[in-house]
């Protein structure tokens, strides 16, 4: 199964949105960036394995992503894909 995502589909912010967005976040709600990050990647394994069918396991699965991406690959990581 091959899964293309194309620029339209994904929502987009900003730099600075996503700079004004990280400091809310940090200095008026007190959440520290390495959460934030966290929850991001939960939701960007959440939303591959929908993609996948709901299961991983024994999908192949190739992952281009910048250091935020990382923690949803590894977290999809967990669920068994080759």
Do not use: C, F, Y
């Amino acid at each position: 199964m091959t899964v293309v995502l194309r620029a339209k589909d994904v929502p987009a912010v900003s730099v600075e949105q996503m700079r004004e967005v990280d400091r809310v976040m940090v200095e008026e709600l007190g959440i520290e960036l390495q959460q934030t990050m966290e929850n991001a990647g939960r939701a960007l394994d959440r939303r591959a394995r929908v993609m996948l069918g709901g299961d991983a396991a024994a999908q192949r699965v190739t992952v281009l992503a910048g250091s935020g991406g990382m923690v949803g690959a590894r977290r999809l990581s967990i669920w068994g894909p080759r």
